[in-house]
C-alpha cells in the first residue's frame, strides 16, 4: 500500500551544481532525487538511486554533478531497466540500454519508451513533463533514414502502443554521444503541465515528411504549476525558424538565431500563460550543446556578451554533442526550477 501523499505548497525539487571534489555528500543526501554527471562515457553509478553520467564531456567548468533536491523525504525504486526516484509529487526516472541487446535501433528505442510509459502507469504519474535522450552517431545514415529519424521510429511505436502521450508531448532534447548506449532520463507528474510553442518555430509534431516518417513528439517547452510555483522546462533550442535550418556553416549566427528562439518563445509564453521569467538571463540553468569544441571561444564570449546585458545570469554549461540534424552547429536548452 502506498503512504499518503505528502502535500506541499512548495516545486517539489530544485537544481543545484556540487563539485565532484565533493561528490561523497550524494550519498549522505536523503533527500536526493537523482544526480546527473557528466563525462566521455556514459554510466550508471548506482544500482538503487538514479545516480549517473550521461556521456557528454563538460567544455566551460571544473568538474561537477548536477543535483536534483527534494524538500520532502524521497522512495527509490526499479522498474525493468529504469531506476526512479519519487515523492508524491514528482517521478525522476533515469534507463541506460545497450543497443547489442536489440535486433535494431528501432526496437531499442521502442523498448525504451514502453518501459517508461510502464512505469508511469504503474506508479500514477502519467504525464511526462521533460524529456532527455542521449545516443550516438545521431545523423548517421541507416538506409534512407538517418539515426535520429530511426529513434523516432521507435518512440512512436510505443506511443501508438500507450495513452494520450502523443497529443501532449513534453518538452525534450536528443543529442549525440560518442559512446555507444541508448541513455533517457524523465520527470513525471501526476497532473499535466501546459505545452507552450514558438511562433517563430513549426510544432516538431508538424514538420514535414522530409524531415522523416514520423514527426519528432515534442513541445518547444512545458510550463508546469507546482502549487503557488511555476516551472518552466525549455526543449533543445536551435537556429530553426519555420523548420528550416539557418546560418549553415556559421555556429556564431546561430547562436544568436537560437537566443532569438528563446526570446520569442519566453515572450509568447508570457504573453499567453503569464511565465514567471520573461528573458533568458533570468532562467535558473542554461546548456549549450557543441558540436566542434574549437568553436568553444567565440560562442563561449558571445553568450557571456549577451547575458552581461541583463539583469541576472543563469548557470551555463557547454557540453560536447552532436544535434539532431547535421547542418546544426549548436543547440540550447534551459529550465526555471
Avoid at 510505443?158 to 502521450?165: E, I, P, T
Avoid at 497532473?191 to 507552450?196: E, K, N, P, T, V
Amino acid at each position: 500500500m502506498r503512504e499518503a501523499p505528502t502535500l506541499t505548497h512548495a516545486a517539489p525539487f530544485s537544481i543545484t551544481m556540487l563539485a565532484e571534489k565533493n561528490s561523497a555528500q550524494l550519498h549522505k543526501e536523503l533527500h536526493l532525487l537523482a544526480a546527473v554527471g557528466f563525462a566521455d562515457k556514459a554510466a550508471t553509478l548506482d544500482a538503487n538511486r538514479p545516480i549517473f553520467n550521461i556521456g557528454l564531456p563538460l567544455l566551460n567548468a571544473v568538474a561537477c554533478t548536477e543535483q536534483w533536491l527534494s524538500p520532502t523525504p524521497v522512495r527509490y525504486g526499479k522498474h525493468a531497466s529504469i531506476t526512479y526516484s519519487e515523492n508524491d509529487q514528482v517521478l525522476f526516472g533515469h534507463l541506460l540500454l545497450e543497443e547489442a541487446d536489440f535486433s535494431d535501433f528501432r526496437q531499442a528505442s521502442r523498448d525504451a519508451y514502453q518501459q517508461v510509459f510502464e512505469l508511469l502507469q504503474q506508479r500514477g504519474y502519467p504525464y511526462l513533463l521533460r524529456m532527455w535522450n542521449y545516443f550516438p552517431a545521431i545523423t548517421t545514415q541507416q538506409s534512407e533514414l538517418n539515426r535520429y529519424q530511426v529513434f523516432c521510429l521507435g518512440r512512436q511505436d510505443a506511443l501508438d502502443a500507450h495513452g494520450n502521450f502523443a497529443y501532449s508531448p513534453p518538452a525534450a532534447t536528443a543529442i549525440g554521444t560518442q559512446q555507444a548506449g541508448l541513455q533517457l532520463y524523465f520527470i513525471a507528474a501526476q497532473a499535466a503541465g501546459m505545452q507552450l510553442e514558438n511562433p517563430r518555430q513549426t510544432s516538431a509534431f508538424l514538420y514535414p515528411r522530409q524531415y522523416g516518417p514520423v514527426s519528432p513528439a515534442f513541445s518547444r517547452a512545458t510550463v508546469k504549476a507546482w502549487g503557488q510555483t511555476q516551472h518552466l522546462y525549455i526543449s533543445g533550442t536551435t537556429s530553426i525558424v519555420g523548420h528550416e535550418t539557418l546560418h549553415t556553416g556559421d555556429p556564431l549566427a546561430q547562436l544568436h538565431e537560437t537566443l532569438r528562439n528563446l526570446e520569442a518563445l519566453l515572450e509568447h509564453g508570457d504573453d499567453t500563460l503569464g511565465l514567471p521569467v520573461r528573458s533568458v538571463g533570468a532562467l535558473t540553468q542554461l546548456k549549450v550543446y557543441v558540436h566542434d569544441r574549437t568553436t568553444l571561444p567565440l560562442l563561449q564570449a558571445a553568450l557571456d556578451s549577451y547575458l552581461a546585458q541583463q539583469p541576472h545570469a543563469p548557470t551555463v554549461l557547454y557540453l560536447q554533442g552532436d544535434v539532431c540534424r547535421a547542418d546544426l552547429m549548436v543547440e540550447m536548452e534551459g529550465i526555471y526550477a
